[in-house]
T-cell receptor, first 114, second 115 residues
Framework: LAKTTQPISMDSYEGQEVNITCSHN???????ITWYQQFPSQGPRFIIQ???TKVTNEVASLFIPADRKSSTLSLPRVSLSDTAVYYC???????????????FGIGTKLQVIP | EAQVTQNPRYLITVTGKKLTVTCSQN?????MSWYRQDPGLGLRQIYY???????DKGDVPEGYKVSRKEKRNFPLILESPSPNQTSLYFC??????????????FGPGTRLTVL
């Protein structure tokens, strides 16, 4: 199971770009990297997923270096509504039969300050 | 509307009284999962199901049971709840359990208190 490490918390002012880095040193060849966002008392919500290089959608960008041992979620110009917990997940492709075990961890609590 | 529903949303019960939390999805997803969320411990997977009649343990299965008799439903059963099962529970589903972490859709959560 690929273990991930990310900062417990971050603060940012409104309008700034926020970068949250996740380490996953033992990522497997077939593993993808996925980020989720969770608001208080709600279920997590998928944000973005990638395998290598850069992925961008309407919400965020995901940067993955060539060695894939880390990844960075980039949120452009954050607003107060981006205050949430962000989880980095790495797909477990190594269980027998390809069964999906997913480990969320505690995530990164982002606090956006006015 | 595509969604995952859970019932009840809130439940207060007493130690030892069997309870079931229901989960249903209308997206024809094969993969479903249960998580619990506790302060400082994040989201931890309890059980997951690859498809009908196929279930397996997650990271914290002790004290829980599940069943998957129909594709859309994945109830979580606590045969004899204890106070350490007081938590916020989430059900999730995804289209298929590929070899990668694919997008999961989460329910609204069930806040359970066991006295």
């Amino acid at each position: 199971l690929a273990k991930t490490t990310q900062p417990i918390s971050m603060d940012s002012y409104e309008g700034q770009e926020v970068n949250i880095t996740c380490s996953h040193n033992n990522i497997a060849t077939n593993d993808y990297i996925t980020w989720y966002q969770q608001f208080p008392s709600q279920g997590p919500r998928f944000i973005i997923q990638g395998y290598k290089t850069k992925v961008t959608n309407e919400v965020a960008s995901l940067f993955i270096p060539a060695d894939r041992k880390s990844s960075t979620l980039s949120l452009p110009r954050v607003s107060l509504s981006d205050t949430a917990v962000y989880y980095c997940l790495v797909g477990d492709s190594r269980n027998s039969g390809g069964y999906q075990k997913v480990t969320f961890g505690i995530g990164t609590k982002l606090q956006v300050i006015p | 509307e595509a969604q995952v529903t859970q019932n009840p949303r809130y439940l207060i019960t007493v130690t030892g009284k069997k309870l079931t939390v229901t989960c249903s999805q209308n997206m024809n997803h094969e993969y479903m999962s249960w998580y619990r969320q506790d302060p400082g411990l994040g989201l931890r997977q309890i059980y997951y199901s690859m498809n009908v009649e196929v279930t397996d343990k997650g990271d914290v299965p002790e004290g829980y049971k599940v069943s998957r008799k129909e594709k859309r439903n994945f109830p979580l059963i606590l045969e004899s709840p204890s106070p350490n099962q007081t938590s916020l529970y989430f059900c999730a589903s995804s289209l298929f359990p590929s070899q990668v972490a694919n997008e999961q859709f989460f329910g609204p959560g069930t806040r359970l208190t066991v006295l």
